[in-house]
């Protein structure tokens, strides 16, 4: 080895059989987050399978499926205070710790509220490690090329994962039973946390940042209030006292959420952000976007189960082509929101689902897959062609330096829409008309929340047009002209 090389190897750290530190420290990343969006998924396949174990109805089921995102989406963006305040890497393996052990749990439920908060800390432990894992890579690479590679890496990974979600769930249950879609986490976890704990280098701490805690606690309460709302509205009755008490708990604790973050010195959700018509169009859309395609794919799965009486396995394999759909339009969706611009991809990709759902307004108990393939396949291709050039548009409209905290944001208001879509879209299927009759009012509710992202949100989108100069052009996906 001659000296430069030895000189490398030294600043990258020893690397053990020619994979250097910094590609472990990707692959620890990968790990985790791949994880997060694998349950995602594989979740919604065995729903079923946890109602017939269980005896639980359609709003137990959701509550399976909406505690852990109720938890992603209130906690994420004070995980990423946390990180900077004790360090990311310490944080990240205590996210990917819980939510490992959350996994056995739910393997072990003996019963339906068991697994629920079982659901609940792994949707915690998820919050706490994705916003950390994207730190840490960040810290590992310091060349911004090398960065941008890595990242990329990082999320087609997890792209990967949601992909397979489904078809890995059907097999998993068809062979092994429900309970073996939460045991395959372990010995992922086991790996993630070795590899990061053996080579992932810690960011600095940062004392000074504080934790909005009063801000947190609104937040939870206000996203579980709202969602057992719109849970129990679809079995008790929308005009039941304990759901109208639930639903004006959750508003008043909007109030409150939003006058704490006001005052606040360091809020967990900086209202200044949403001065710009940009950003709060942006995350708007994305919480619209999640409403419809989580919610759906937690209603389909019912559909084909309850209605047709597929198999977990032949469930799971119903998904592959709008989950690889997906995977397929996310790798060409960059260039496509560069050439033609943020607006035009996103109302591209939000009109490509909204065609999709009202192609499928006749659907009935008989209705033969054939007949659904295609508009699966649009359901996936429009979302994996939008959420770049989407992503692109709202970190486009905030400087650079507040570029974390926008995209956790983003994050937190698409997993708040995977709440709101699976509450509300599966409350319709307890309805008295059907299952059938919720699916259907369910597709018309999705084209009409897709409409809205794609372009009736309003003085958002009427800025990205408008903007002028260099804003106007970062959203956009081009360079700025040059005076």
């Known amino acids: 080895m001659t000296l430069s090389a030895t000189a490398k190897t030294g600043r990258a750290g020893a690397s053990r059989g020619g994979i250097s530190p910094t590609a472990l420290t990707l692959t620890a990343m990968s790990l985790g987050y791949g994880v997060v969006q694998l349950d995602v998924t594989i979740v919604n396949v065995a729903i079923n399978a946890i109602g017939q174990s269980f005896g639980g109805k359609v709003a137990g089921l959701q509550w399976v499926v909406s505690a852990y995102t109720i938890a992603f989406a209130a906690f994420i963006l004070s995980a990423g205070a946390l990180g900077d305040r004790v ?11 819980v939510f490992t052990l959350a996994s056995l749990a739910c393997a072990l439920s003996p019963g339906l509220p068991w697994l629920i908060a079982a659901r609940a800390i792994q949707g915690l432990g998820a919050a706490v490690l994705v916003p950390n894992s994207l730190a840490l890579l960040n810290h590992a690479y310091a060349d911004g090329d090398a960065r941008g590679r890595a990242v990329a890496a990082w999320a087609a990974g997890a792209s990967i994962a949601l992909t397979i979600g489904p078809l890995v769930g059907g097999s998993l249950i068809e062979a092994f039973g429900w309970r073996s879609i939460f045991l395959v986490n372990l010995p992922i976890g086991a790996l993630g946390l070795w590899l990061t ?4 280098k810690d960011t600095a701490i940062n004392p000074s940042r504080e934790l909005d805690l009063p801000g947190q606690i609104a937040a939870v309460l206000m996203l579980g209030a709202l969602a057992a709302a719109l849970i129990e509205g679809g079995s008790l009755g929308w005009a039941d006292a304990w759901v109208m008490a639930s639903f004006a708990a959750g508003v008043g604790l909007f109030v409150a959420f939003a006058v704490i973050e006001l005052r606040t010195a360091q809020p967990m959700l900086p209202p200044a952000l949403f001065s710009s018509p940009i950003f709060t169009a942006a995350t708007a859309a994305g919480l619209l976007v999640n409403i419809t395609f989580y919610g759906l794919i937690f209603v389909f799965s019912l559909y084909f189960q309850r209605v047709q009486h597929l198999s977990a396995l032949w469930t799971g394999l119903t998904f592959v ?20 611009g943020a607006r035009t991809a996103i109302a591209t990709g939000s009109g ?24 699966f396949i ?8 939008l959420v770049p050039p989407l992503t ?35 409350s319709w299927l307890a309805g008295s008309g059907g299952l059938v009759a919720g699916v259907r009012l369910d597709l018309l509710a999705s084209a009409v929340c897709l409409a809205l992202a794609a372009g009736a949100i309003g003085p958002g989108v009427a800025a990205l047009a408008r903007a002028p100069g260099r804003r106007r052009n970062r959203a956009d996906g081009r360079r700025p002209a040059k005076p």
């Open 87 to 97: 360090g990311a890497k310490r944080v990240f393996l205590a996210g990917f710790g």
């Open 197 to 200: 704990w053996r080579y992932a």
């Open 321 to 340: 082509p709008m989950t690889f759909a997906c995977f397929l339009a996310n790798l060409v969706a960059a260039r496509f929101g560069a050439r033609a």
């Open 352 to 375: 490509i689902m909204a065609v999709a759902c009202l192609l499928m307004l006749g659907i009935d108990a008989r209705t033969p897959y054939i007949w659904l393939l295609v508009p």
């Open 378 to 385: 649009g359901l996936g291709g429009g979302l994996g062609l």
């Open 392 to 426: 692109s548009a709202l970190l486009g409209s905030v400087e650079k330096s507040r570029s974390g905290i926008a995209s956790g944001v983003l994050n937190a208001s698409r997993q708040t829409g995977s709440v709101l879509g699976v509450s509300l879209f599966g």
